[in-house]
């Protein structure tokens, strides 16, 4: 009952404290940093037992979204100062794709698909232990203009890295999930509690779990904005259109080259990523774990997201900042002359509006 009444809460403070985001105005030449407030956000302590337990108490009109810990990434991240690549991510927004661009950038795909778990055990056990590739926040220096470094942050729509990140963690329950104090010990938790689990969570500045990072924010706010200056933010969903890794501005990746060094190499991890069913009824953020985890695919990541006010208050508030970064992302210069990015980016931010509701 706790947990539905949690819900049911979350969904009227949803629905009468979304506000639109605002929309960015183009400007030509020199890109303005995106500045979006989805819903307003609370500040200060909480005073009220029931805000304590996660329950907005009645009348309460702000959004207290979660907030990442750190800068960067090391799980998610890859370095290789011999060449002046920074590859970043976060988990489960793109972090084994940059594991597998960086090896096949550097030539060990070969070597990596030897390793069980191809390819994170090779690239936190042999490659990262290496001098100088261990991914750091001082690593971000070197972003700046005129330093020769080269540094790309892949980020994901929000819409579908919440999902995964709750199937993620409910799937390693003894490492990820049983820790997450927030969620009460429910291992079988449908994704409407794991949502209640995370306004929990965002009251809690001070909480913290091992492994968080899959369902922490993917972004850190700048004091210049959404996006930090020096950094390449490319939408993972391009990668995947006709000619995404041909874009000018992401030759010294040379992710043309994966699959065949992949292929070469015989490296497969498919079963790391997870079949998606095309369509689905919606309804699904109410399917215990177990029934989401036997169905024969996994339903439709759109199909949790069926109630507008549950969406803008787990999207558009709680990870508020990945909207905005996201957003921004889709509205700087630097990839705007790529097909595949303007054709990925419509597609995305359309599903923003249309499933979340969502003014982008």
Not at 173 to 198: I, Q
Not at 232 to 241: A, G, K, R, S
Not at 323 to 328: A, L, P, R
């Amino acid at each position: 009952m706790h947990a539905i009444r949690t819900l049911v809460l979350l969904i009227v403070a949803g629905a009468s404290i979304a506000k639109p985001l605002a929309r960015h105005a183009r400007h030509s030449g020199t890109h303005h940093p995106q500045k979006v407030h989805p819903i307003p956000v609370a500040h200060g302590k909480s005073k009220a037992t029931r805000q304590d337990r996660g329950q907005p108490a009645a009348g309460q009109r702000q959004c207290q979204p979660l907030v990442k810990n750190g800068e960067i990434s090391p799980a998610a991240s890859m370095v290789d100062p011999t060449i002046k690549l920074l590859l970043m991510s976060s988990p489960k927004a793109g972090a084994t794709l940059v594991e597998r661009l960086m090896l096949a950038r550097v030539n060990l795909t070969g070597a990596a698909v030897h390793f069980k778990g191809y390819p994170l055990r090779y690239s936190h056990e042999v490659f990262q232990q290496a001098k100088g590739r261990l991914p750091t926040p001082g690593h971000l220096a070197s972003c700046a203009p005129g330093t020769g470094w080269l540094c790309v942050a892949i980020v994901r729509n929000p819409l579908d890295r919440a999902i995964s990140s709750y199937i993620h963690t409910l799937l390693y329950w003894k490492s990820l999930g049983a820790p997450f104090h927030e969620l009460d010990g429910n291992a079988n938790a449908s994704f409407a509690e794991f949502a209640a689990a995370l306004d929990r969570r965002a009251r809690k500045k001070a909480s913290h779990s091992p492994g968080d990072g899959h369902f922490m924010p993917q972004s850190v706010p700048t004091r210049t904005g959404a996006l930090r200056p020096g950094v390449l933010y490319v939408p993972i969903e391009m990668l995947t259109e006709p000619g995404g890794y041909a874009c000018h501005s992401l030759a010294r990746v040379r992710g043309t080259g994966l699959k065949a060094a992949e292929a070469a190499a015989q490296g497969d991890n498919s079963r790391h990523y997870i079949t998606k069913a095309t369509s689905s009824p919606p309804g699904s953020e109410h399917w215990s774990f177990a029934k989401v985890r036997s169905a024969k695919k996994t339903p439709n990541y759109d199909s949790f997201w069926n109630n507008t006010a549950f969406c803008r208050k787990v999207v558009g508030c709680l990870y508020r900042a990945d909207v905005e970064m996201y957003v921004s992302a889709c509205r700087a210069p630097a990839l705007e002359t790529c097909a595949a990015f303007r054709s990925a980016c419509e597609v995305q931010l359309g599903r923003l509006r249309d499933v979340c509701g969502l003014d982008v």
